[in-house]
């Protein structure tokens, strides 16, 4: 059995269940998220009970102003950083991700999410196929990888091609466009076929155009069943989402 396989069953199996699990179809929820973040001797508020369900192959967009707390409310989703204690939780097909052992939520960050940035963090020193398949390789003993590395490079090089960039392969990020570099994030992103794509500012480093064809590539794999959250200052590139939702001192409204 392969190492994606193997991950697909313990997240199926292991995790425990939400004690308040969200209304049936919900793959991603925020139940009642607080954070606060310590700025030299103030505090600041930036989550004030923010709740949000994300329901299985939909689109949604977390509309609000710079500085609103957007960022933060997907990374809480994300499991890239965590709420305040006892202030709320973040729930994946129907398990409290704090719940989680720290195998667990590594698997979950790796496995059933994939994360894009407004900017691209991709790896100077690797070339665009280097950084597409590296979180394949996250969990991998040296046998593991060698054990299933034509289909990993395969899979990275089969969702470069199909993003117009199968002539990009050994070229390193300094040596494309931004609206290129931004497609290899995108299908670092995906090279693990995960369940939900969290999207933070994807077009905010772009111009218009540019923009507007990457929003074209979400849309085709969110058509193709890909769940997709993304959280953006402006209000045009949010109502490509299926639905909209503002963030506003600190909580989902609408």
């Given at each position: 059995m392969s190492d994606v396989a193997t991950d697909q069953r313990e997240r199926s199996g292991d995790a425990t269940r939400?004690?308040?699990?969200?209304?049936?179809?919900?793959?991603?929820?925020?139940?009642?998220?607080?954070?606060?973040?310590?700025?030299?001797?103030?505090?600041?508020?930036?989550?004030?009970?923010?709740?949000?369900?994300?329901?299985?192959?939909?689109?949604?967009?977390?509309?609000?102003?710079?500085?609103?707390?957007?960022?933060?409310?997907?990374?809480?989703?994300?499991?890239?950083?965590?709420?305040?204690?006892?202030?709320?939780?973040?729930?994946?097909?129907?398990?409290?991700?704090?719940?989680?052992?720290?195998?667990?939520?590594?698997?979950?960050?790796?496995?059933?999410?994939?994360?894009?940035?407004?900017?691209?963090?991709?790896l100077p020193e690797l070339n665009v196929l280097e950084n597409t398949f590296l979180p394949a390789l996250v969990g991998l003993t040296r046998f593991g990888y060698y054990a299933h590395r034509a289909e990993i490079r395969g899979r990275a090089a089969e969702l470069l091609a199909a993003f117009g960039l199968d002539h990009r392969?050994?070229?390193?990020?300094?040596?494309?466009?931004?609206g290129e570099r931004q497609r290899v994030a995108i299908a670092r992103a995906l090279v693990n076929r995960p369940q939900v794509l969290l999207a933070d500012e994807p077009t905010g480093n772009l111009d218009e155009k540019t923009g507007a064809e990457i929003l074209d590539l979400l849309a085709e794999q969110h058509k193709n069943g890909l769940t997709i959250v993304m959280v953006t200052h402006d209000r045009a590139i949010a109502d490509r989402a299926d639905r909209v939702v503002e963030l506003h001192d600190g909580k989902v409204v609408g």
């Open positions: 939400s004690r308040g699990r969200p209304a049936s179809g919900t793959l991603l929820s925020a139940v009642n998220l607080h954070k606060t973040y310590r700025l030299g001797r103030v505090d600041v508020p930036v989550l004030k009970g923010a709740s949000l369900e994300v329901r299985q192959g939909e689109w949604v967009a977390v509309h609000g102003a710079s500085g609103s707390g957007k960022s933060t409310l997907l990374h809480l989703m994300g499991d890239l950083d965590r709420p305040d204690e006892s202030g709320g939780e973040v729930c994946f097909d129907g398990r409290t991700i704090n719940a989680m052992t720290r195998g667990q939520r590594n698997r979950y960050r790796n496995r059933s999410i994939g994360f894009v940035f407004q900017f691209y963090h991709l392969l050994a070229h390193r990020p300094r040596e494309l466009s931004g």
